[in-house]
């Protein structure tokens, strides 16, 4: 097994963005939200399917307030009426690039790629990708708006958040959220990774990198209510897209008889990524367990990364 570069290619910098100050924003799209009340939960796993150098154990208590959290990412359709309404313009489309997944782009694009990642050349640097053209100039979202919107970066999913009167959640708060009840399992429906034969999420079936069977149907991303929802009522809190949150990523965690309401380290390079992506598969990258975490800068933008918003609120 390797480490993150199937994960998710890094800009390898961690450049942040210094946003306005912010008024007070209105609070966008709630209706899309669920309630949870918070309380004591398992964090992590020992589990030997796990990485240990990722800091996934040990298993600790933590405690939370209540919250609220998006049942789906964020799609495409709301991020373009964050775009239209502010003019914001992501980090992908001011560096003129962003990480392609090889088997994506178009004949056309591919023919005009001059760099790949080093040691991963599956991660194609595809001039003028971002969110609005996903695997290229010649590619649309069109047909794609209730799809997590990808090619974000954590600078602007903060962006993001500020604009809807939310903000990302903290590691502790995703996972809670993405066990949907259930204690010290696997994956969001139980330690079977298909139920009844039947696939519960979109990753990668076949031989990575070079073919996906699409035995769960798809080759990237899933519309964002694919599949079923944990017990909870989130979606996709495994595979289809990473999803980016607050807290600064380290493998070494507090300790403590309760942790309360974590929000990780103060300072870092490399910002918690949690569920996994359409590209994650048991022989090379088996992260999308609900304990499984990554980092990456909070300049990088691939196209498996997206993010789902919080709130705070009061029972």
């Known amino acids: 097994m390797k480490n993150t570069s199937c994960c998710a290619a890094s800009r390898g910098t961690s450049t942040k963005v210094i946003l306005p100050e912010e008024q007070k ?24 399917e796990g990485f240990p150098s990722d800091g996934e154990g040990p ?17 495409n359709r709301q991020f373009k009426e964050f775009i239209d309404e502010t003019g914001y313009k992501t980090e ?10 090889h088997l994506l782009p178009s004949k056309a694009v591919k023919q005009r790629v001059k760099n790949v990642v080093h040691g991963v050349p ?41 604009w809807a009167g939310k903000r990302l959640p903290t590691e502790a708060e995703w996972e809670y959220a993405a066990r949907g009840g259930l204690e010290s399992k696997s994956y969001p429906w139980g330690n079977d990774l298909l139920v009844d034969n039947i696939h519960q999420c979109n990753i990668w079936q076949g031989e990575f990198p070079a073919e996906n069977t699409q035995e769960d149907g798809f080759l990237s991303t899933a519309p964002v209510d ?3 929802p944990n017990g909870f009522g989130l979606y996709n809190v495994a595979g289809n897209v990473w999803e980016w949150c607050s807290d600064w990523f380290s493998p070494i965690h507090p300790k403590g008889e309760v942790l309360e309401s974590p929000k990780g380290p103060h300072n870092g ?29 909070p300049d990088s933008s691939t196209g498996n990364i ?10």
Request: charged share 25%.
């Open 25 to 48: 924003k209105p609070l966008r799209h709630y209706e899309d939200m669920v309630t949870l009340p918070g309380g004591e939960f398992l964090m992590g796993t020992e589990d030997k």
């Open 59 to 75: 298993i600790r208590k933590v405690r939370l307030a209540p919250f609220a959290i998006d049942s789906y990412s964020v799609t």
């Open 92 to 101: 992908a489309e001011k560096f003129g690039w962003s990480f392609v997944f």
């Open 122 to 162: 599956w991660w194609l640097v595809v001039e003028w990708a971002n969110w609005k053209k996903p695997e290229g100039p010649d590619s649309t979202i069109k047909k794609r708006l209730d799809h997590p919107v990808v090619h974000v970066s954590w600078n602007d999913a903060v962006a993001y958040c500020n």
């Open 226 to 228: 694919a599949f079923k």
């Open 269 to 297: 390079n490399a910002k918690v990524m949690k569920g996994g992506s359409y590209l994650c598969h048991k022989s090379y990258c088996n992260r999308y367990r609900v304990a499984a975490r990554t980092g990456n800068t």
């Open 306 to 315: 997206g993010f789902r918003c919080v709130v705070d609120i009061d029972l």
